[in-house]
């Protein structure tokens, strides 16, 4: 994806800068590579520094009820400290990583509602613009993807995804936000849950899954959210029966063997689980963007059309940019 954006500090006849991103979308834990054409404006300017920044549409909750803000997550200085002709065209190839517990936006090509955004921001001679933002695009992990594709085998659907501004206590999260995946529950499981929420944290080593089930409240108690946390690892993927292993998640979950909490996540959580299952024969990958409650990802984002999460996007960074002129 391209942006250009005249420099609104710098007044007319600024310098400009397209950010390139390339190699399609980067999984979290992974490299962004792209590059930065500049295009020197009607005078000679000093670039003293060129900077990344990442940055999503987070949730968060209040007394009065919800509000939506950008939060960054991470910063990255990709250059600077040369002078720009005027007129000049200067590329600057960059290659960041992105953290661990980014979060994901897309599974099998369809978008799951998520907003992410690259914004490049220049200082020129002591003044600074925040530029641009271009949409970000990450894919999940294998270890992501086999959880969230077992969930489908076991008909759970899928019903939002969005991200909450707080911390999850008893976990390792390094991030201001954490990702909750929302799905419907399979058939053999709505009596015991109305949703289950999934939520990952990936880490050089591995992956800590939160699962928490949304329990409904009996003839003499008040509905509660149970809650589990399992910990994975990124090798041996291929070998691992996740149908199996997720399933005794999901039991677990569904018999109330889990830790009570608030959903705000603050608090402690269950146990740890190891699974020493063996991989066995089954649908493939692609069993989780069939349509039908066997598939997660179907075209269908919380109600609306994946062309309208697209749309949903767009407008959020448009919106952002006009935020910033603004100010």
Known sequence: MVFKKLLGSLGVG??????????????????????LHLVGGKADFDIEQITLELVARV?????DGE??????FARFSVGGGFRLAEGERRSIPFAVTV????????????????VLGLRTELAVAGGKDKGDLDPLTVRPLPAQEAVLEALGQLGFGFKSADLEYGHIGGTGQQLP???EVELTPAPQYAH????IEVTFLANPGGMEVVLEADKPGGLFSSGHDAVNRFTVSHQGVDQRDWHAEVEGWVRQLAAGHGGHAPHDYGHGHGEHHHSDSHHRSGPGMGTVV?????????????????????DE?????????????ES
């Open 67 to 72: 509000a939506e803000g950008t939060v960054p």
């Open 59 to 63: 949730e968060a909750e209040h007394d």
């Open 99 to 114: 953290p661990w517990e980014t979060p994901v936006t897309e599974l099998h090509g369809q978008p799951l509602g998520v």
């Open 192 to 195: 015991a849950m109305r949703e």
């Open 177 to 179: 936000f954490y990702q």
């Open 14 to 35: 600024g310098p400009t800068v397209d950010t390139v991103l390339e190699g399609g979308p980067v999984q979290p834990g992974g490299t962004l590579h792209g590059q």
């Open 290 to 310: 069939a349509a039908g409650a066997a598939g997660l990802a179907v075209g269908v984002v919380g109600g609306m059309v994946a062309a309208e999460v697209v």
């Open 313 to 325: 996007v767009g407008d959020f960074f448009e919106g952002d940019d006009e935020e910033g002129e």
